[in-house]
């Protein structure tokens, strides 16, 4: 009888396919890359301050005590130290989007009840980072999928209120208590607020012809991605989104620079101090009509209160100009009518009134 080829064990080393190896090859030297520009990173921003420190003093000769130096420093020290941050955080924030499209987050807002609805609304808003300038076609896709006004608006809220690079900015510079605040009161307001639209029952102030669009596919493509694929899009977050930020971002160093260097500590104090009980609502006052992002408005957040101003007074102005600015209710105009309008700017800018005046209190 003939001798037939014994079938193999498993137990030998079975060859590797080349697409494979080219593969995990590809994969090594994306990881290797990585830790170097992690490396990198890490050394730069160790050394903003010191750098900081000899440009101003040494380079410039400029006097770190006189109002233009410390204007001059404190711009120096802060631009490369919040880019550096903005960069890694949209980079992170990018692989996280990866998993959250937009399409993904309505299939798992929609259906839901509505006070469960408000409080994962208000928490896939942290983790989802669209600006204002997505309002439109988000409020539109919500809507069309059936998921409810109230908690489209509070996830609308929580996304730019509760935005990932202001958390951090803020746990880097004022440490975790504050940013912790700034959270828990972004998710209160916007779990509040959404669940305060439902119960009105506005849903004829939506324009008409949002709900005469047809509801599209739920993208599946963002749970087959590879991790190569989610580090692209990432990368891709970075150069889109640092890209049109960071001269918003400068632009708000310069003003904090400024308010560092020039306006004096009393002045702010009783501008912005807590004795002045009408400090609060006029923060938020001045807040709406100034459009900045999370990148821009905390060097000015820091310079504030560096020169004495209140932290309720602050974080009011903060969340007016995130959460209440003149720009978005513009774009919001063209799928609300002015009645939802108004009472979404005015149940947030209530909640933002109650948070001034608590932390003012507290703190």
């Not at 739920?218 to 991790?227: I, K, L, Q």
């Not at 309008?341 to 932390?359: N, R």
Request: hydrophobic content about 55%.
């Amino acid at each position: 009888m003939t001798n037939s080829p014994e079938p193999e064990t498993g137990l030998a080393p079975a060859e590797v396919p080349p697409a494979r190896q080219f593969e995990w090859r590809r994969v090594a030297v994306r990881l290797i890359v990585a830790l170097l520009a992690l490396a990198a990173w890490l050394a730069l921003y160790l050394n903003i301050e010191p750098g900081a420190r000899f440009l101003t003093e040494e380079v410039l000769r400029l006097d770190p005590t006189a109002p233009i130096g410390s204007a001059v420093e404190f711009f120096i020290f802060e631009a490369p130290k919040v880019m550096l941050l903005l960069t890694v955080v949209v980079f992170g924030v990018g692989i996280v989007r990866s998993f959250f499209t937009p399409q993904r987050t309505r299939a798992i807002l929609a259906g839901q009840r509505e006070a469960v609805g408000n409080v994962l609304a208000s928490l896939l808003g942290v983790v989802t980072p669209f600006c204002s300038c997505s309002a439109v076609p988000l409020f539109i896709g919500f809507v069309t999928t059936g998921v409810p006004l109230g908690v489209t608006f509070s996830f609308l809220i929580a996304a730019p209120m509760i935005n990932e690079v202001a958390l951090v900015l803020l746990f880097s510079l004022f440490g975790w208590k504050v940013a912790a605040v700034y959270a828990g009161t972004g998710l209160a307001i916007a779990m509040v607020a959404g669940f305060v639209i439902g119960r009105l029952g506005m849903e004829r102030h939506v324009e008409g012809w949002v709900y005469d669009i047809s509801t599209g596919a739920t993208d599946e493509s963002a749970g087959r991605m590879s991790w190569a694929e989610r580090v692209r899009f990432g990368t891709d977050a970075v150069r889109d989104i640092v890209g049109k930020v960071w001269p918003w971002a400068l632009a708000g160093i310069a003003v904090g620079a400024g308010i560092h260097g020039w306006v004096p500590t009393d002045f702010m104090a009783s501008f912005m101090g807590k004795s002045a009980w009408w400090s609060v609502p006029l923060a938020v006052l001045l807040g709406i009509p100034m459009y900045s992002n999370a990148a821009g408005i905390i060097p000015i957040v820091q310079a504030l209160l560096e020169k004495g101003a209140a932290l309720g007074t602050v974080l009011a102005f903060m969340m007016a100009v995130i959460g209440l600015s003149a720009p978005e209710m513009v774009i919001l105009r063209k799928v609300l009518k002015p009645r939802l309008i108004a009472t979404f700017a005015g149940v947030v800018g209530c909640g933002i009134l109650i948070v001034g005046f608590l932390f003012n209190a507290l703190f």
